[in-house]
């Protein structure tokens, strides 16, 4: 049986590193509204402002910066329903290597423009009745690609950790944390980093209420595998935590909790207007959990991890405006 190295603190740190230069240190924010209806200190960790909109580039950039040559040359393959798939595509071009993304067809029509803009290949798959993995795998033989998935690599788990340690050195220590939560590449990379920075930080990891198999393999204490949810937060429309991501879950989360599609509709429309952000909806997990945890996190203060903000403007408009 095959003994998996998992990533370490060391490891989000050489990421830091290699992100240098490339990946943007994205602004903390707050919101004296936010901080008064919820009685605490509230900072935004804001990676919606990250290049190509979303914290998928530190993890997508850091894995295939330790390309060998050789891979460089064949190029990346990734499956992905947006945000690992334009940030394996950005990181393909900044390093010059070919890169083929594997996507479904419900995926939102700004996340595959963009795709296809930073110059990769996409192939079109059916989220509900086929593979993607099965189909990235085969495409990585055809071709002699090397295949990067969106969560289950200990590299990109340790690109994904950088967002989480930004936000310690510039805020200092946190008592909690909420995290989005799909496959689980950024909560254990956050993980990483929360335990080495601010050790004592209660960290939740959040998902949509449609699909809580994270919540599920937590309490079970093994990996739950469920059927594609029915969510708006295509971005967490996973079926089951990683092999690398789930003991790091399972050591160092403290709870997984859920948010429903309303919740997270709600935390956009607050969001746009109040804090002139756009957050796609699995970008507002976090921010839907705190508000869920107005009691428990009173006068305390706490670190929102906002995923991302790619969304199609007339998909927001319909969603925030319905």
Known sequence: ??????????????????????????????SRTVNEALGAEVFFKCENLQRMGAFKFRGAFNALARF?????RAGVVAFSSGNHAQGTALAARLLGMPATIVMPHDAPTAKVQATKGYGAQVVMYDRFTEDREQIGRDLAQRHGYTLIPPYDHPDVIAGQGTAAKELFEEVGPLDAFFVPLGG??????????TRALSPACKLYGVEPEAGNDGQQSLRSGAIVRIDTPKTIADGAQTQYLGQHTFPIIQRDVDDILTASDAELVACMAFAATRMKLVIEPTGCLGFAAARQMKAQIQG??????????????????????G
């Open 1 to 30: 049986m095959t003994t998996l190295t998992l990533p370490t603190f060391a490891d989000v740190q050489a990421a830091a590193e290699r992100l240098q230069g490339h990946a943007h240190k994205t602004p903390v924010i707050t």
């Open 68 to 72: 060998t040559p050789e891979q460089r």
């Open 184 to 193: 689980g590449g950024l909560l254990s990379g956050s993980a990483l980093a």
């Open 300 to 321: 305390r203060r706490v670190g929102v991890l906002v995923s991302g903000g790619n969304v199609d403007l007339a998909r927001f408009c319909e969603l925030v405006g």
